[in-house]
């Protein structure tokens, strides 16, 4: 189960704001021309307003996701039981008894 910082969690809410985004704008010049420019101010509201939700959204969590790969870059790094051999190294070439990984 994904943990509740995992950025996977919000491809769906990325998914939804784009979707909304994108038919707001694609309305935007098809209103307007009865009722003056209200409807088309209203449209382009709908259309901007998921976009710059997101932008604030990445915004108010970018340090949380820079500590997130700060921490994990700080880890010490753990190596295998088994080192690995490369083919076509001086090391592969002088233990032929050991598999080559």
Known sequence: MA??????????????????????????????TRFGDFPEMIALAIGVTPILYLAGFALFNINRRLAEVEKRLAEPVTRSAHPTVLVGTSEAASRPDRPVA
Do not use: K, Q
């Open 3 to 32: 943990e509740g910082d995992d950025l996977r969690n919000y491809l769906p809410r990325t998914i939804v704001c784009m979707i909304i985004g994108i038919l707001g704008l694609a309305a935007v010049p098809f209103t307007g």
